[in-house]
């Protein structure tokens, strides 16, 4: 049942791909000839939340993050098969390419940020409506729209009552200092690992 889920589909179908050194770099057409096949982590432990965790929102709210697989995202290690689980939540030190790998020799990347709730490195300073906001529709805490990578459209759907049961789950759990790094723009050659998500269809 779990896997006829649009996110476990979604995730279950991407072919997920670690850049490796080659001596085909040069050559556009076979960028891809410089990645490497991995088995992301489908399913990683969520931590019981730290306060109100007899909340039945609260309780409700875990169940769903770890159903509609947030921690293999958001978990550093996950999306190369090996979750940190002291850090579940916490961000992902490997990156995920958002622009074509076929074009871009070095792809711009985002790292998944850290979805617990202490102040400085995570959403300490978001309320349980911005976390609404960008589960529903894809709104960042700034009014911008979050990157599709982050995948709202696939819980766009969600009830608002389990948004918010999300929600204040991510605002119950123990807020753990993990800073992702930046944002990397096309044409940089990145400082962290990285994989690209995506499906390629095959020429004819
Ligand atoms: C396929 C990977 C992936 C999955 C699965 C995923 N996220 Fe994300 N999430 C991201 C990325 C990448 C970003 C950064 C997007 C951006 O910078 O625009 C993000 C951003 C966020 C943010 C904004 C945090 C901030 O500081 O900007 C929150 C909150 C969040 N995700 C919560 C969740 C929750 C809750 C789930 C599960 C219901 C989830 N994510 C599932 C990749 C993912």
Not at 58 to 80: E, F, I, N, Q
Not at 117 to 133: K, M, N, Q, S, Y
Request: glycine share 6%; net charge neutral; with cysteine.
């Amino acid at each position: 049942m779990i896997l006829k889920h649009p996110c476990f589909r979604t995730l279950a179908a991407l072919a997920l791909l670690l850049p490796v050194a080659s001596a085909h770099a040069q050559d556009p057409e076979s960028y891809l000839d410089d990645y490497l096949p991995v088995d992301n982590a489908l399913v990683v432990d969520v931590p019981e939340a730290v306060q109100s965790a007899d909340d039945p929102d609260v309780k409700r709210g875990r169940y769903l993050v770890s159903l509609l697989g947030c921690a293999s995202c958001h978990t550093d290690g996950a999306l190369l098969g090996a979750p940190d689980s002291d850090r579940s939540l916490a961000g992902s030190r490997v990156g995920i390419a958002i622009s074509d790998p076929m074009r871009d020799r070095y792809p711009a990347i985002v790292y998944p940020p850290n979805i617990t709730p202490h102040d400085e490195t995570g959403i300490g300073a978001w309320t349980e409506d911005d976390l609404v906001r960008l589960l529903r529709g894809g709104m960042d805490r700034h009014g911008g729209r979050a990157l599709p990578v982050m995948p709202w459209q696939n819980y766009a759907r969600l009830r608002a009552s389990d948004a918010l049961a999300i929600a204040r789950y991510l605002k119950n759990i123990e807020p753990l200092e993990h800073r992702v790094p930046r944002r990397v723009r096309a044409g940089t050659p990145a400082s962290a690992p990285y994989v690209h998500v995506g499906l390629y269809q095959r020429r004819e």
